[in-house]
């Protein structure tokens, strides 16, 4: 089965930071890129950072450049999404979703159940 667990969610001040991680299993993680996706209240999922698996190529959201950084731990099974200055806009619930392939821009296939992240200006 299937599973991607998200963690490090929570409240944060603006210009604070927060480190997500997302451990999965149930897959051969090596075979997949892994991607963080946000939803805002009222607003449409997006794509907020991805990492390929072979080749560790990135892609990031350009709302996120600069501030956000992800990375991946193929012997832990674990992709982690470090956010540094945020800011309230950054307030949504951010998802770990498994691609449908191996690098950056291949479409989203399985969901996490997502974390909070909630930040006070």
């Known amino acids: 089965e299937v599973q991607l667990v998200e963690s490090g969610g929570g409240l944060v001040q603006a210009g604070g930071s927060l480190r997500l991680s997302c451990a999965a299993s149930?897959?051969?993680?090596?075979?997949?890129?892994i991607g963080w996706f946000r939803q805002a209240p009222g607003k449409d999922r997006e794509g907020v950072s991805c990492?390929?698996?072979?080749?560790?190529?990135?892609y990031y959201a350009d709302s996120v450049k600069g501030r956000f950084t992800i990375s991946r731990d193929n012997a832990k099974n674990t992709v982690y999404l470090q956010m540094n200055s945020l800011k309230p806009k950054d307030t949504a619930v951010y998802y770990c979703?498994?691609?449908?392939?191996?690098?950056?821009?291949?479409?989203?296939?399985?969901w996490g159940q997502g974390t909070q992240v909630t930040v006070s200006s």
């Open positions: 979703v498994r691609l449908t392939g191996r690098y950056w821009y291949f479409p989203p296939g399985y």
């Open positions: 149930g897959f051969t993680f090596d075979d997949y890129a």
């Open positions: 990492i390929s698996s072979s080749d560790g190529s990135t």
